[in-house]
């Protein structure tokens, strides 16, 4: 997978070549790009804003820079991308929209900063075929895109063939199943006078299991009674329903 990052702050994106995602790079799973908008300004001030039309609070980032900036980073990679812009205002995104993107063979982040891009780039990209995606990591303001894309990228690499060692921990992901995850020990057998549940060192798989969907149940139904309604009718058995 090729992933392109266009921002004005290239340097937000450095602790994606730390770690789990650096090693995806080194291992060549990943290629990487990040890329400095302000290399497609042509003024003194490298300007990227502007007042927005209509009154309002903040500056609105500029189409023609933007628009140069994504001509150029698309040319320079003959696969097309699934380009992904970062807003408030976007669809949610979710494990699902990771899962989909880790199929994808480009992505390419344009990182808002400001009050956002003006709407004609996206219309723009739209317009010339491209897949565009205007997506939300929670509700709640970030001051750009920059940390949006951190947790994105973060959440769809991990899914990438090869780059966990454990490929089974993103089957049982939280969400997989549609519900939360329960709670992890290890050893210590007691800390601080808390002992670890009986069960799980029981050694009676089916016990396990059946403590492990219990406690998963109970956390969904306590933290995200939203995902419980979601779930589909065959998801929950019999023994879950009597849970
Ligand atoms: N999930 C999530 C994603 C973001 C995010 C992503 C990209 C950008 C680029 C700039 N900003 C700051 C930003 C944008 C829009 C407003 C809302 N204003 C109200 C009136 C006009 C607009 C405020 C502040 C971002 C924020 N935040 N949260």
Aim: aromatic share 6%; charged share 25%.
């Amino acid at each position: 997978m090729r992933i392109d990052v266009i921002t004005i702050f290239p340097g937000y994106l450095a602790p994606l070549r730390e770690a789990l995602l650096g090693r995806a790079i080194a291992a060549g799973l990943v290629d990487l790009d990040v890329h400095d908008l302000r290399d497609w300004t042509h003024d003194v001030h490298q300007a990227v804003d502007d007042a927005p039309y209509g009154g309002g609070p903040g500056m609105v980032m500029r189409p023609q820079v933007w628009g140069e900036a994504l001509d150029a980073v698309l040319a320079r990679d003959a696969r097309t991308p699934r380009i992904v812009v970062p807003t408030p205002a976007g669809r949610p995104f979710t494990q699902a929209t990771a899962q989909e993107w880790a199929g994808a063979e480009r992505l390419l982040f344009a990182c808002g900063r400001y009050e956002g891009i003006d709407q004609r780039v996206v219309d723009d990209a739209r317009g010339r075929g491209l897949p565009v995606d205007e997506v939300s990591i929670g509700d709640y303001v970030l001051v750009g895109g920059e940390a949006a894309v951190l947790v994105m990228v973060e959440a769809v690499v991990r899914l990438l063939p090869g780059v966990l060692g454990n490929p089974a921990s993103a089957e049982q992901d939280s969400f997989s199943d549609g519900l939360l995850e329960g709670p992890a020990y290890t050893r210590p057998e007691t800390w601080r006078g808390l002992a670890v549940p009986e069960v799980l060192r029981s050694g009676n798989h089916a016990a396990i299991a059946r403590w492990r969907r219990d406690r998963a149940l109970e956390r969904t139904a306590q933290r995200r009674p939203d995902l419980l309604a979601a779930l589909p009718e065959r998801a929950l058995d019999k023994a879950d329903r009597a849970f």
